[in-house]
């Protein structure tokens, strides 16, 4: 069981990116995949999720009408597309997941396997 998180980068604000969580090991229908960040010197915060099972999703305030969460089921992967990123967006994203269904955005004690994560920086 495996989570492999990639796609973060630099890019300036107003600009977007698409991060990826591949999973492997298991079927993706089977879990709920949450994304987190934790920018320096903060907590770790819960940014989004969605549930396989049901396609129920939970976005923090802050991404709403900003960021989407996307399913592909033929790759096992699920997208977290990000645009109009602002520099309070920058930090390490990881992605992590749990059986079937989203626990809101968390908190990360409830989560069963976690990917490695992946930088990403809005900066001008």
């Known amino acids: 069981v495996q989570l492999q998180a990639s796609g973060g980068g630099l890019v300036q604000p107003g600009s977007s990116l698409r991060l990826s969580c591949a999973a492997s090991?298991?079927?993706?229908?089977?879990?709920?995949i949450h994304w987190f960040r934790q920018a320096p010197g903060k907590e770790r915060e819960g940014v989004s999720c969605?549930?396989?099972?049901?396609?129920?999703?939970y976005y923090q305030e802050s991404a709403k009408g900003r960021f989407t969460m996307l399913r592909d089921d033929a790759m096992n992967t699920v997208h977290l597309q990000m645009n109009n990123l602002k520099p309070e967006d920058t930090a390490v994203y990881y992605c992590?997941?749990?059986?079937?269904?989203?626990?809101?955005?968390?908190?990360?004690?409830?989560?069963?396997?976690w990917g490695k994560g992946t930088l990403v920086t809005v900066s001008s």
């Open positions: 969605i549930s396989t099972r049901d396609g129920s999703t």
């Open positions: 992590a997941a749990r059986p079937y269904y989203c626990s809101a955005l968390g908190p990360p004690a409830d989560m069963n396997y």
């Open positions: 090991g298991f079927v993706l229908d089977t879990l709920a």
